[in-house]
């Protein structure tokens, strides 16, 4: 499956932005998803997956009450609903697929990765 990311860009604190992430394929609907995120010189981390059906997410403990995720397997889409953003949540936000339904799962166990979508947020 490909995956293509879009919706970030520049908001200020306290501000929302709704991330989306098409995917490609006829196998969408067999894939957990993932969103991650890395700041400058860091490595990917977590931030929240969703079950193949989307009855079951995690979050990251930072985005938790603030970032939702969703997705619509009609649609082959997973979005990631971010509110009340804050200037720490500025990075590059990768959207990923994998079959095992995680939580905090690393970077290493997804089988596809979206490029990335660049999330600013202004102090």
């Known amino acids: 499956v490909q995956l293509q990311a879009s919706g970030g860009g520049l908001v200020q604190a306290g501000g929302s932005l709704r991330l989306s992430c098409a995917a490609s394929?006829?196998?969408?609907?067999?894939?957990?998803m993932y969103w991650f995120r890395q700041f400058p010189g860091k490595e990917r981390e977590f931030v929240a997956a969703i079950s193949v059906s989307g009855g079951g997410t995690y979050y990251e403990d930072s985005v938790k009450g603030r970032f939702t995720i969703s997705r619509d397997n009609a649609k082959s889409s997973v979005f990631l609903q971010m509110n009340s953003l804050k200037p720490e949540d500025t990075a590059v936000y990768y959207c990923?697929?994998?079959?095992?339904?995680?939580?905090?799962?690393?970077?290493?166990?997804?089988?596809?990765w979206g490029k990335g979508t660049q999330v600013t947020v202004s102090s």
């Open positions: 394929g006829r196998t969408f609907s067999t894939y957990s």
């Open positions: 990923a697929a994998a079959v095992p339904f995680n939580y905090h799962a690393a970077p290493i166990g997804m089988a596809h």
